[in-house]
Nanobody
Framework: QLQVEEYGGGLTQAGGSMRLTCVVS?????????????MGWFRQAPGQEREFVAA????????AYEDSVKGRFTISRDNAKSTVYLQMNSLLPEDTAVYYC???????????????????WGQGTQVTVSS
């Protein structure tokens, strides 16, 4: 079983920045290596469905973003640390949501954008942007 944990949420003002960190571990998964997997970030605002934010291929060569975050958010990864990041700049109140990190075991392009295409999920971290 893989474990996915997010860190770094909190409260900031509009226009501010925040970096989310996702750490993946697989203590019971033989030969686990994050470099084998695609990773994604999703978010869910109160009363809304969970939506795609960004995704990154296993070696970090290919990325994808939801239109509203393009140019403001950057997804990256450090496979040696089994870690994925989401750098969020120029934050807006509408970015307020619980942010989830997820792992896709398919390793097949194009990068997945649907919730159902990701097999492992973290518990989420709250990001609140005040106006």
């Amino acid at each position: 079983q893989l474990q996915v944990e997010e860190y770094g949420g909190g409260l900031t003002q509009a226009g501010g920045s925040m970096r989310l960190t996702c750490v993946v571990s697989g203590q019971t998964f033989r030969n686990f290596a994050l470099r084998q997997y695609f990773m994604g970030w999703f978010r869910q605002a109160p009363g809304q469905e969970r939506e795609f934010v960004a995704a990154i291929s296993s070696k970090g060569i290919t990325t994808a973003y939801e239109d509203s975050v393009k140019g403001r958010f950057t997804i990256s990864r450090d496979n040696a640390k089994s870690t994925v990041y989401l750098q969020m700049n120029s934050l807006l109140p509408e970015d307020t949501a619980v942010y989830y990190c997820a792992l896709d075991t398919s390793d097949v392009l194009p990068l997945a954008r649907r919730v159902t295409e990701y097999e492992y999920w973290g518990q989420g971290t709250q990001v609140t942007v005040s106006s």
